[in-house]
């Protein structure tokens, strides 16, 4: 009997189980998004489309009935249903006769500063990409120019926006590029627009840590500058064509996280309310200031507009998690949002299919799952859309 154990180089195994999965989520891409394996926004009811803008539903069917506006589709059961693109031509065409600059189109007005929300947090399963993306979403869908970076070279959020970081970004066009110390690409260069009006993307892929090993050597050299200014700067390159731009963060305090720190005016840690979660937080949170002190010294300005904990995968029938959630409100005060993400199936299933629960059909989930899922989300952003507000003096 042959006992011969045939070794392996570690290398070639991962590297050749990455190949298959890439390859695997490649054909999962083209099965669920032909002909073109591009993604589109679906289309919302008459019911969504007036509570996103603001408005009462019969108030729409007004505005269709005396020809304003784009015409929706109109279903078999003479539903209403508006594209994204219908409900941001509806905003445009309400601002104008609005009662006040803003009623409609609630970004940037003269004087208001770009706000730039790093979303972080050093423990995995927190939930920082998904509160990223459907943060990013939901802030587009209001009427906010949006622009969603994705800094962590894991790219979920990059795969959440129907881009597969492997097979689609193989000569480049993450922020790296407009970040390198040798030859940085106008930022433009790497911005593409997505399926959704008003969001824009930086993708991300492994290339991103290219810029963790690269500036320990600038550094070393004396050609690293204030490096911790480079995401800030590439950002001053857009300023005039955003509202709002919304960073996910590495899962680890790198060179990336502490530039985009530099950049943020606004910063949203994500907590799992668990004991082992909130224990992690605790080092996380002194390894920060820590890094954050370094930077302050080296002549960078740390003052932000915000901070705010956001809650994820909340379930309120858990007792233990009910209790650290009272000791977290207890010690930050409003420095916890008020409004939890809470755990939900329908967030967890849409994942599968790499979407957001605000691009799936409501008939694909029990409804009270779905809509208890969707005011956990909309609550939520919409917590942090008045922050946004707030900080520009509005209310």
């Not at 509570?51 to 015409?71: I, M, Q």
Request: net charge negative.
């Amino acid at each position: 009997m042959d006992n011969t154990f045939v070794h392996e180089d570690l290398n070639a195994v991962i590297r050749q189980h990455s190949e298959w999965l890439a390859n695997q989520l490649h054909s999962q891409r083209e099965s669920l998004f032909p002909p073109d394996a591009e993604k589109t926004m679906r289309k919302f009811t008459s019911g969504e489309a007036a509570a996103l803008l603001g408005v009462n539903d019969s108030y729409l069917r007004k505005l269709n009935l005396d020809g304003k506006g784009p015409s929706p589709e109109l279903t078999a059961g003479n539903r209403r249903l508006y594209s994204a693109q219908d409900i941001q031509a509806l905003r445009v065409l309400l601002e104008k006769t609005a009662r006040k600059p803003g009623d409609y189109v609630p970004g940037r007005r003269e004087g208001d500063h770009l706000q730039v929300i790093g979303v972080m947090n050093f423990k995995g399963g927190s939930g920082k990409t998904t509160t990223s993306a459907h943060l990013a979403q939901r802030l587009a869908l209001r009427g906010y120019r949006v622009l969603g970076i994705d800094l962590d070279p894991q790219a979920s959020f990059t795969a959440l926006h129907g881009v597969q970081p492997e097979l689609d970004l193989e000569d480049g066009g993450t922020l790296y590029d407009a970040i390198r110390y040798e030859d940085p690409e106008p930022i433009r260069s790497v911005i593409r627009k997505t399926y959704i009006p008003n969001l824009d993307l930086i993708p991300g892929n492994l290339e991103l840590m290219e810029f963790e090993h690269d500036t320990p050597r600038a550094l070393a050299q004396g050609n690293a500058g204030l490096f911790f200014f480079r995401v800030k700067e590439a950002l001053a390159q857009v300023d005039e064509d955003y509202d709002v731009v919304v960073i996910d963060c590495p899962p680890q305090l790198g060179f990336l996280t502490m530039s985009a720190l530099s950049a943020a005016t606004g910063v949203l840690v994500t907590i799992h309310p668990e004991m082992l979660d909130v224990m992690s937080m605790s080092q996380f949170l002194r390894m920060t200031a820590d890094l954050m002190d370094v930077i302050a010294e080296s002549g960078a300005d740390m003052s932000h507009d915000w901070m705010r904990y956001v809650l994820t995968r909340y379930e309120p029938q858990d007792a233990p998690q009910n209790r650290i959630v009272a000791f977290l409100r207890t010690m930050y005060g409003e420095a916890v949002l008020n409004s939890p993400m809470l755990k939900s199936t329908a967030i967890s299933d849409a994942g599968l299919t790499k979407q957001t629960l605000y691009e799936v059909e409501r008939s694909a989930f029990t409804r009270s799952t779905y809509d208890r899922a969707i005011e956990s989300l909309n609550t939520l952003n919409d917590e942090i859309a008045d922050l946004i507000q707030k900080t520009w003096g509005r209310t």
